[in-house]
């Protein structure tokens, strides 16, 4: 199985400053087709998990633009600017690559 | 608007059945995989496994802690999925989410059910 691990596992942030969360996997991501299987999640406080990022850098559906995706082969980055209230919670990266698909243990984010 | 609605969970004591549903709405079901995920009481998130969708003969695959005991099933004329547990143990406690992944392409696990409650204990 692929294993997913996550740095740092918590990160208090100030608001209006940037956040990043780092992922790593024990194999690569990277499929012939050229894409990286790696995507990322956010739990909100109460709520279902919500896609972020899908194939390492691909924003989803109603993304704001100052959260980011990147990184390639076994290492990934999540980027977040001008950290908002709204921004708390659990992010998790994920690898569907191949079954069994595993998640990182998940970086709590809290405002400062 | 694109929906999934779990339902099924419950108590149930260790060693029994449980069967959860998930009913969709909103798109065409039976393009996609469809995905149970798990979430332990103050845990991480977990795969529990998937059913692929027609074009991919409607093969599930399952994580190692479930496999043998769980079964997942859909029926795409009843747009609904299903997790059928047996031989449940008290570390099957956990939330139980219903989740939308591949397409025609991948876009991501990009819809969510509100998730069912199971609890396993005596």
């Known amino acids: 199985d692929i294993v997913m691990t996550q740095s740092p596992l918590s990160l208090p942030v100030t608001p209006g400053e940037s956040a990043s969360i780092s992922c790593r996997s024990s194999?690569?991501?990277?499929?012939?087709?050229?894409?990286?299987?790696l995507d990322w999640y956010v739990q909100r406080p109460g709520q279902s998990p919500q896609l972020l990022i899908y194939?390492?850098?691909n924003r989803a559906s109603g993304v704001p633009d100052r959260v980011s995706g990147s990184g390639s082969g076994t290492d990934f980055t999540l980027r977040i600017s001008r950290v908002e209230a709204e921004d708390v919670g659990v992010y998790y990266c994920?690898?569907?690559?191949?079954?069994?698909?595993?998640f990182g243990p998940g970086t709590r984010v809290e405002i400062k | 608007e694109v929906l999934l609605v779990e339902s099924g969970g419950g108590l149930v004591q260790p060693g029994g059945s449980l069967r959860l549903s998930c009913a969709a709405s909103?798109?065409?079901?039976?393009?996609?995989?469809m995905d149970w995920v798990r979430q332990a009481p103050g845990k991480g998130l977990e795969w529990v496994g998937h059913?692929?969708?027609?074009?991919?003969?409607?093969?599930?695959r399952y994580a190692a802690s479930v496999k043998g005991r769980f079964i997942i099933s859909r029926d795409d004329s009843k747009n609904s999925l299903y997790l059928q547990m047996d031989s449940l143990k008290t570390e099957d406690t956990a939330v139980y989410f219903c989740?939308?992944?591949?397409?025609?392409?991948?876009?991501?696990?990009?819809?969510w059910g509100q998730g069912t409650t199971v609890t396993v204990s005596s």
């Open positions: 194939l390492a850098s």
């Open positions: 909103g798109f065409t079901f039976s393009d996609y995989y």
């Open positions: 194999q690569s991501l990277l499929q012939s087709s050229g894409y990286n299987y």
């Open positions: 989740v939308r992944s591949v397409g025609t392409y991948y876009y991501g696990m990009d819809v």
């Open positions: 994920m690898q569907p690559l191949q079954t069994p698909w595993t």
């Open positions: 059913a692929r969708n027609k074009a991919n003969s409607y093969t599930t």
